[in-house]
């Protein structure tokens, strides 16, 4: 499970930056996890929860998830689809299998909230 280590990074960025800030707790985090980034949500979520309850700045931590939309483009009519979860299985128009994502990719740290 590569999530584990995902936010085993992420918390590692997380305390630089309260270092920064000379903060001692970390109120939120919100977390923009593409589609087709390849994170699993509910494994992210998992990790989050394990990880944070060992360390006393993430203890009550809320972990918010934005999951952005993709768009797909048909290779073969052009068609465009917009969706925020399941890609597409093929073109609403013409039936094509082959779509091209585009954006919904990126495991992005968005908002941090500290005190
Ligand atoms: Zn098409």
């Known amino acids: 499970m590569h999530e584990m280590s995902l936010v085993q990074g992420l918390f590692e960025q997380l305390k630089g930056l309260a270092a920064e800030n000379n903060s001692t707790k970390v109120l939120s985090v919100t977390m923009e996890i593409g589609p087709i980034c ?23 931590t809320e972990l918010i998830i934005e999951i952005p939309e993709v768009t797909y483009t048909c290779t073969s009519c052009g068609h465009q689809e917009v969706s925020a979860g399941e890609r597409p299985d093929a073109c609403a128009k013409c039936d094509e299998f082959f779509l ?12 941090v909230e500290m005190e």
């Open 100 to 111: 091209t994502p585009s954006g919904g990719d990126d495991l992005i740290l968005k908002r």
């Open 38 to 60: 390849g994170v699993v949500v509910d494994s992210f979520q998992f990790g989050f929860e394990i990880l944070s309850s060992q360390e006393e700045m993430f203890k009550n």
